[in-house]
């Protein structure tokens, strides 16, 4: 089975800190991507990164960075110097090699920036 | 230039009613999906349409009816409208071609409410 895990439901920063959402993964295919989402209060759905299971290299794109470790199956995601706009419900999910590009979603982490 | 859209944004009705929701994409994808997101904010693949052909469907009422009239199209039709079916539903697309998986963009949603 797969599955997406999303252990902090909620997040409150205060503006200018660094914060990290945390993202367990299970899936027993050797193939697979990762995605992150953001849905800010507007309510759309916005892809922020894929990344597929061969490719472990960090990435960093302005603020956001990614930390992929296959050895304890995680995809984490680190704002840096969070800002008020970063307030928004923040998913992960996995598509398995198997699974007809089916994204399987985590619960979300709800992340609020305060000024 | 919308990449995917839907219609309408918001849609009200009564219990019992029939009611259908729009997709449509201009991105050239030949993938096209129904994601409910429950009130707690859950999101969970319902159907997927492949060049029209249904790829993926989950286990969904039979009141809920997907179609396809072309690859850049793709409906929602519900029967017999539940309390339950109170939901924000998006549609996705990407391009799946030769077994390879693509970033699933997602439309603006449609918040049904069912009184």
């Known amino acids: ?115 | 230039d919308t990449a995917v859209s839907q219609t309408p944004k918001y849609l009200v009705t009564q219990m019992g009613n029939d009611k259908s929701i729009k997709c449509e994409q201009n991105l050239g994808h030949d993938t096209m999906y129904w994601y409910k997101q429950d009130s707690k904010k859950f999101l969970k693949i319902m159907f997927s349409y492949n060049n029209k052909e249904l790829i993926i469907n989950e286990t969904v009422p039979n009141r809920f009816s997907p179609k396809s009239p072309d690859k850049a199209h793709l409906n929602l039709h519900i029967n017999s409208l539940e309390l339950g079916d109170s939901a924000v539903y998006f549609c996705a697309s990407s391009q799946v071609s030769g077994g390879a998986t693509d970033t699933q963009y997602f439309g603006p949603g449609t918040r049904l409410t069912v009184l």
């Open chain 1, 1 to 115: 089975a797969q599955k997406v895990t999303q252990a902090q439901t909620e997040i409150s920063v205060v503006e200018k800190e660094d914060v990290t959402l945390d993202c367990v993964y299970e899936t027993r295919d050797t193939t697979y991507y990762l995605f992150w989402y953001k849905q800010p209060p507007s309510g759309e759905l916005v892809f922020l990164i894929r990344r597929n299971s061969f490719d472990e290299q960090n990435e960093i794109s302005g603020r956001y960075s990614w930390n992929f470790q296959k050895s304890t199956s995680s995809f984490n995601f680190t704002i840096t110097a969070s800002q008020v706009v970063d307030s928004a419900v923040y998913f992960c999910a996995l598509v398995g090699s198997g699974g007809y590009n089916k994204l399987i979603f985590g619960a979300g982490t709800r992340l609020a920036v305060h000024p």
